[in-house]
Structures are given as structure tokens and as C-alpha cells.
């Protein structure tokens, strides 16, 4: 029914395809920005499969790209500022919001007790107050807001309003909530076999415990919205979220309004990583209020520092284990406890830590075990979603627990990897039942053969004995990562496609872009459908009523759920569209061939413009919604059964660092990757994702560190505290190959997703840094070193390994 327009094309364009293995730094950038409307190739730059630019990327670099901050102020705009609490934990014995009201250029001031309807914004289960009653629950949780005639007046009128507290005692660890049994949800445990008895059984047995830090998103863009009134009591609100629904539904719920008086729109994001899934509906909800309170458009926008402390962060995690491994490294049993700090509500919690014991697994076959799962309650902020969603948590810990198999046995740690990957007969399904088909062992040889894995381990091994005080190490580690929500119901999607009787077409879904290339991928599934130029689509914002009851756009699912949505609603109007060419050409629609900007039947050709005309004339309509559900999946949550996922992407990474043990400061050599991402809708973006996935990843677990003082405050809220990765920390050698086999799943033109995965290659990074602290003491030696392994903590390590090894009553027992 219609040409392919795929790599044949890519390929006249002199873009050659990457093959795995094939080691390549750049991508070419596409002919001209596919931004306006006629501006892109015509014949070829909708093609699927082509490393096609960002359709935004020169209005990222010309500062013309819209946020919503630079979006024109409406008349009477006003601008609203939050006070938050200064204590953890404490009853507000008094709040005097009297002299912030009658402060100059004040138009509102709202507190708890001023709402419509609801005071609560949680996501999933309530527990997110907007604003304190009565008692807060953590340092800068918002008390009240104002609205003035600037964002500088609305601050200054906050700070004279008059709050007293009483002190309440707080909880702030994971250890202090362990030992008081505090918690947002109940502790889960998965489990198979028989692990206490294969423990007990297991020729031998190690313990340790991981700690890992959270995160900061640090999104470019921070957290904004502007709420405008409409006529009628309704709201549109723009938002900077990656869940314009639910912002819809907690606004309409606040306001006390129905779901359809609510609009939100959400042209792009700068930047979300998961912190502006649930996050951003505060904002929005008190922009929207004080909108409604004063019959005015408000905009609520963050600055840095407090847009670091209100919102919450990655989860840190404390992990302890008990394994049971032979004298090869192949581990017989597990009992992994997971313990994470969720802050004071459950957020997005549960599933957060249902996807942390879910990876725990990571790319290895686990005979015998339990995976038991703590959500401890603290006085924090409330900690959310974030690149993985607990996935790295989880793969962290069986990454360490395969390492210290290694070092206790004196065997290269790769080799005990690759031992107790999945594969071989019966050692193929995970924990929770789901069968793992991808062959990540082949992978992990491919990659281990193509960077030289065992020359440099070699190299370095010379190295590191002809080098007092620099040591390098080098760590091969994979990442096999679940595609899917674990919330079944959320694998839905919706699209709205409309051509123009100009030919021109008009691309809605409820997917947001947030830098990751979504807006791309799908316009080129739908520029491929209906056989036009990429520059003849156009994606305007995505908004709840153009694309209703949308999931957010996360688990790494945005294209496989939207690319196939928007898929089914295209190919909806280009049967249509076939009907009516082949009325007027003579022949039957099975015949029509769409491509290039023309519809063809045999030696008949009309322009694209041409057919959407005559079938406006011939009155067939010219939109179309299209659905999609993701198929196979099933969950049973209260067992842990099931397939959540359908599919898994899978990518192996190979660090070498080189660290200064007198110092603790460290480079990363050189880093190679291999990432699966099916046959990729756009080979070009997925790049972009796989490097600053591993980028971000390598920040996580190295320099960026999160603190907090007794007292419960964030003391790490501006880049001068938090060091996240800059251009100058990108690996000085990095090598990144797509492999690039179709997906077994019927996803959208086989490719799969990539936005989370290669974010936990970087624990590669991590675990090259043990190898080079290990080299301090010889092969044997296991280093002591919690995450992030900042260079204070390199340093600490490389003294601790140092300590056990000279000093007479130093302590061997507890490590090899
Ligand atoms: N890439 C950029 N540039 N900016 C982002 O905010 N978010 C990540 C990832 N890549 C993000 C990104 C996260 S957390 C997810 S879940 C996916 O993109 C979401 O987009 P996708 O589903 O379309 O891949
Ligand atoms: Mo991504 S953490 O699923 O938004």
C-alpha cells in the first residue's frame, strides 16, 4: 500500500547506517531543520530509521524555543511566591498572614484554610498537602502563598507574614525510620526458592551493606506555571510537566471544578528526568488558585535554590545482603534488603521501589531469593521518580554483590559477571517469573571483545605495578532494564492527527518533550505514514483537550506508546485518503502508494495536497484519533508474578579511571558502550540519549552529593554545593555503538526505548573506581566505598584499604 521510505533513503542522503560494532564518535546533522512547516526535505526527511537533528535543536542553541516563561505575559499578569516552613517537623502554633495582605502590591494571599476544596495533591495516594495544616512535616514544606504585582513584591510580602512553631521530633534517615518502624507504605517482599536453606547449604557466604545517595534532576529549566482564567469559572494552565493530565485533575480537584474545565498545555520542558512527573502539580495548583481568587492570570516560577529544596529528589537507598555463592562466583542465594527514604508522603514511592527489587536482578540469573523492600517515612521532602525509577538503586546492589564474589575469590570480576548471567537451560527467568529472552551475554562478550577488555586489564595490571600513588581500574557491567509502567492500566495512549486540505498535517499526542526527542520520532512515524516530508508535520503542544487521560511521559515508553498511537491514527487517514485517490485515478486503494509527497497508482501520480483536497471536497474527513495498548503485559502486584514488562532493553558499558590515591581525585579514561535500541526510530537521538543517560548516571554515583544538617535542611541547594557533570567531565576517550537489531516485540517499527537505560551503564564508572582503590592492596582486596564515590570518599577508601592492610590489629575478618 505504500513504499517503504527507510534505510534505502537514509542512505541516499550519504547517511550511512551504524552497524554494531561499529565504532563512531558523530552523527551527521540532517540536511535543514525540520522547524517549519516546508522547510524539510521533502522526499526524505520523514524517513523512519534516519539520524535525523531534534526538531528543536536550533531553537534550543537561538534561545528562540519557547518555555513557558517566555511566553508573552498576559495583561494584569500577577506573580506568586511561597513561603515555606523553617522547621522539619513541628506544630505552626501561629500564622499571621495579616501583614503580608496589606504589603504593597499584594492581590492574595492563600492558606490551608482559604481553599475551595481539596488541600491535597498527591498523585497516586493522597499525603501531599499544598499547604501545611496545622503541622509541618519537613524544612520548606509551603505554608502559604501570595500573589503581587511582581515576583519581588509577592517575596518580600511573604517574609513579613508571622509564623511560630513548636518543635516536634523528626525523623531524618533511613536508619533512624528502620529502627522506629516509620513508613509511607507497607514493606513488600518478593521471593523464590527456598533462599534460607540454600544459604545455609551455599560452600560459601559473604554480608555487606551499599549505601547509595539520591539525586538532584537539575533540570536547565526549572519548576514554572502560569495559570490563566477563562470565561465560565474555567482554567488553562501552562505547565512545565511531563503529566499535563494529571496536572489537569489535581488543578480541577483543588479548584473543585470538573476535569473539563481544566486545560494544560505544554509545549516543551527544559529538561525533566522524572522530576516533573508529580512535582510540578504544586505549582500549578497554587498558580491556578490564586488565579481563581483573584480573577487574574498568575505565573509561579521557581529560583534555583528553592526549586532544589522543595522538590524531591532520587531516592537513597541502603542496601544490606546475604549471599551464597561456589568456588566459580555463581551465586546460589540472596536475601538483598532494600531500604529506601521516601520523605513524608508516598509519592510515587511503591512503584519506585516495586522497580528497584524488580532490577535487583539486573542481568543475572538468581537461583534462591528474597528481595525484601522498606519504604521508610521521613521528615524530607517527599522523593520522586527520576532516571530509572529506582532501577539503578536495585542494579547497584547486585552489581556490588557480584564484586565482592570476585574479589573474595581473587577472580576477575567480569568473569564472575558473565558467570552468573541469564542464559543456559533454566536460568532464565527473573524473580518475579518474567522469562528473559535477550541474549545479554552475547552482548557483554561483543562488547568485551571490541574494547579489549582483557589487553587492558593486562595493561593496566602493569601499570598499576610500576605506579606507587596513581592507580587505574577498568569494570565491564551490563544493564538489562524493563520497558513498561508496572501500573498496567498506565500503557495507554492516545493521538489526534489532522490534514489540512493544504496537505500540511497537524500531530497531537499526549506525550511531552523535555529535550529527549519524542516530538521527532513520532512526526517521523506519521511523516512515513502518510509518505510526506518530515517538514509537512507539525507537532504543536501537547494539551489535555486535543489528548485526553494521557500517562506521563516516563518509563522510558514515550515514543513505543505514542509512536504506535499516532501511528494508528495516521494510517486511519491515509486509508481514507487511498479510497478517494483511487476513485479519481481509476484503480483500487490496495494499489495507492503513498511516498515522496504523492500518492501513486500504477503510473499515476498526484501531490499529497492534491488527494487531502478532493477528499475535503468529496466530504471524508480528513482527522483521525488513534489508541494503542501496550500488549502482553499482566502483573499481579500482590504476589509479584507476572510479565510487567514487554520487553527489555539491555546495554553493557566498559569504564577505565585512573584515580590519585593521595588525592582521591580521579579521570575517566576512556568509556565504551554497546546499547540495544532496536532498530531506532532515529539513531541520532537515541545517541544523544545514550551518552547523557551515562552522563547523568556517572554524576549520580560520583560527584553529586546530596546533604542534609541535623536539623533536617538541605545545605546543597545551588551549583556551588552540587557539582553535577559539565562538559569538561564527559569521558576524554567515549565510545558509543547502537547495536541495532529489531526488536522481538511487535514495537513501533521494532525500535526500543532508550530515555532511562544507559543512565545505569555509568555504574561501570563506579565500579572501576573499587578496581582502582582495589590495586592499592592487591588483587584480593575489597574496597569499602558507599555511593557517591565522591573524591573525599575515594580518598577515604584508599586510606581505609591502606589501614586494614598495615596496621597489626587491623580488621581482616570481616573482608577477605
Ligand atoms: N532526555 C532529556 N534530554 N531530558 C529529559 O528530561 N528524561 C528522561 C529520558 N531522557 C529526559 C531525557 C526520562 S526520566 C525518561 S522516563 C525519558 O526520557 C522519557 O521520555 P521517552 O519516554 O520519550 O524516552
Ligand atoms: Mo522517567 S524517571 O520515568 O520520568
Not at 43 to 51: C, L, N, S
Not at 438 to 456: C, F, K, N, P, Q
Not at 712 to 740: M, N, Q, W
Request: proline content about 6%; glycine content about 10%; overall charge neutral.
Amino acid at each position: 500500500m505504500r513504499r517503504r521510505v527507510g534505510s534505502s533513503k537514509a542512505n541516499r542522503r550519504g547517511l550511512p547506517r551504524r552497524e554494531s560494532g561499529q565504532r563512531s564518535q558523530r552523527i551527521a546533522p540532517s540536511p535543514g531543520p525540520p522547524t517549519r512547516w516546508g522547510s524539510g526535505d521533502q522526499d526524505t526527511a520523514g524517513a523512519v530509521h534516519a539520524p535525523i537533528a531534534h526538531d528543536s535543536a536550533v531553537g534550543h542553541v537561538t534561545g528562540e524555543a519557547r518555555y513557558v516563561d517566555d511566553l508573552p505575559e498576559p495583561r494584569d499578569l500577577l506573580h506568586a511566591y511561597v513561603r515555606l516552613s523553617d522547621r522539619a517537623h513541628a506544630r505552626v502554633t501561629r500564622l499571621d498572614v495579616g501583614p503580608a495582605a496589606a504589603a504593597p502590591g499584594v492581590a492574595a494571599v492563600m492558606a490551608a484554610r482559604d481553599l475551595p476544596a481539596s488541600n491535597d495533591v498527591g498523585p497516586v495516594l493522597p499525603g501531599d498537602p499544598l499547604f501545611a495544616d496545622g503541622v509541618v512535616e519537613y524544612w520548606r514544606q509551603s505554608l502559604f502563598a501570595v500573589a503581587a504585582e511582581s515576583a519581588e513584591l509577592a517575596r518580600k510580602a511573604a517574609h513579613l507574614a508571622v509564623v511560630e512553631y513548636e518543635d516536634l521530633p523528626a525523623i531524618l534517615t533511613v536508619e533512624e525510620a528502620l529502627a522506629r518502624g516509620s513508613f509511607v507504605l507497607p514493606t513488600q517482599v518478593m521471593r523464590r526458592g527456598d533462599p534460607e536453606a540454600a544459604l545455609a547449604r551455599a560452600p560459601r557466604r559473604l554480608q555487606g551493606r551499599l549505601t547509595m545517595g539520591g539525586q538532584e534532576h537539575f533540570y536547565l529549566e526549572g519548576q514554572v506555571a502560569m495559570a490563566v482564567p477563562r470565561e465560565g469559572g474555567d482554567m488553562l494552565v501552562y505547565s512545565s510537566t511531563q503529566n499535563p493530565s494529571e496536572v489537569q485533575h489535581l488543578v480541577a480537584e483543588v479548584l473543585g471544578v470538573p476535569h473539563s474545565a481544566v486545560v494544560v498545555e505544554v509545549r516543551r520542558l527544559g529538561g525533566g528526568f522524572g522530576g516533573k512527573e508529580t512535582q510540578p502539580a504544586l505549582f500549578a495548583c497554587i498558580a491556578a488558585l490564586l488565579a481563581w481568587r483573584t480573577g487574574r492570570p498568575v505565573k509561579l516560577r521557581l529560583d534555583r535554590d528553592d526549586d532544589m529544596i522543595i522538590t524531591g529528589k532520587r531516592h537513597d537507598f541502603v542496601a544490606d545482603y546475604d549471599v551464597g555463592f561456589d568456588g566459580g562466583g555463581r551465586i546460589r542465594a540472596l536475601d538483598l534488603t532494600l531500604a529506601s527514604r521516601c520523605g513524608i508522603s508516598p509519592d510515587l514511592s511503591g512503584p519506585v521501589n516495586d522497580r528497584a527489587m524488580m532490577h535487583a536482578d539486573n542481568a543475572y540469573y538468581l537461583p534462591h531469593v528474597t528481595i525484601t523492600s522498606h519504604r521508610c517515612k521521613t521528615n524530607t521532602v517527599s522523593n520522586t521518580a527520576f532516571r530509572g525509577f529506582g532501577g539503578p538503586q536495585g542494579m547497584m546492589a547486585i552489581e556490588l554483590v557480584l564484586d565482592e564474589i570476585a574479589r573474595h575469590l581473587g577472580r576477575d570480576p567480569l568473569e564472575v559477571r558473565q558467570r552468573n548471567l541469564y542464559g543456559g537451560r533454566g536460568r532464565n527467568h527473573t524473580p518475579y517469573g518474567m522469562e528473559v529472552e535477550d541474549d545479554v551475554s552475547g552482548m557483554v562478550a561483543e562488547l568485551a571483545h571490541g574494547a579489549d577488555y582483557a589487553a587492558r586489564r593486562e595493561a593496566i595490571a602493569r601499570f598499576n605495578a610500576g605506579s606507587v600513588w596513581l592507580k587505574r581500574g577498568i569494570a565491564l557491567t551490563p544493564v538489562k532494564f524493563g520497558i513498561a509502567f508496572t501500573a498496567t492500566a498506565m500503557n495507554q495512549a492516545g493521538a489526534l492527527v489532522h490534514v489540512f486540505t493544504d496537505g500540511s498535517v497537524h500531530l497531537n499526542h499526549g506525550g511531552t518533550e523535555m529535550g529527549q526527542g519524542l516530538f521527532v520520532k513520532v512526526a517521523q512515524v506519521v511523516a512515513d505514514e502518510l509518505g510526506v516530508g518530515l517538514g509537512s508535520v507539525k507537532t504543536p503542544a501537547t494539551s489535555t483537550d486535543k489528548v485526553p487521560n494521557t500517562p506521563p511521559t516516563a518509563a522510558s515508553s514515550g515514543s513505543d506508546l505514542n509512536g504506535k498511537a499516532a501511528q494508528v491514527a495516521a494510517r486511519a487517514i491515509r486509508s481514507r485518503l487511498a479510497r478517494c485517490a483511487a476513485e479519481h485515478l481509476g484503480g483500487s486503494p490496495e494499489q495507492v502508494v503513498f511516498g515522496g509527497g504523492k500518492v501513486r497508482l500504477g503510473k499515476r501520480a498526484l501531490d499529497f495536497a492534491e488527494v487531502a483536497r478532493l477528499a475535503h471536497q468529496s466530504r471524508v474527513s480528513l482527522s483521525a484519533t488513534g489508541f494503542y495498548r501496550t500488549p502482553k503485559i499482566q502483573w499481579d502486584k500482590k504476589r509479584y508474578r507476572g510479565r510487567p514488562f514487554l520487553y527489555f532493553a539491555c546495554g553493557a558499558a566498559v569504564s577505565e579511571v585512573e584515580i590519585d590515591t593521595l588525592t582521591g581525585e580521579y579521570r575517566v579514561r576512556r568509556v565504551d558502550i554497546l546499547h540495544d535500541c532496536g532498530d531506532s526510530l532515529n539513531p541520532a537521538i537515541d545517541r544523544g540519549q545514550v551518552e547523557g543517560g551515562f552522563v547523568q548516571g556517572m554524576g549520580w554515583l560520583t560527584t553529586e552529593e546530596l546533604w542534609w544538617d541535623e536539623a533536617g535542611r538541605l545545605g546543597t541547594h545551588a551549583p556551588s554545593t552540587y557539582k553535577i557533570p559539565t562538559c569538561g567531565d564527559v569521558p576524554e576517550d567515549f565510545r558509543v555503538t547502537l547495536r541495532r537489531t529489531r526488536s522481538r516485540e511487535p514495537t513501533v517499527h521494532r525500535s526500543k526505548a532508550v530515555g532511562e537505560p544507559p543512565l545505569m551503564l555509568a555504574i561501570s564508572v563506579f565500579h572501576a573506581l573499587r578496581d582502582a582503590i582495589a590495586a592499592v592492596g592487591g588483587e584480593r582486596q575489597s574496597p569499602r566505598l558507599d555511593a557517591p564515590a565522591t573524591p573525599e570518599r575515594v580518598l577515604l577508601s584508599v586510606e581505609e584499604l591502606r589501614a586494614r592492610l598495615d596496621g597489626p590489629s587491623a580488621d581482616r575478618s570481616a573482608r577477605p
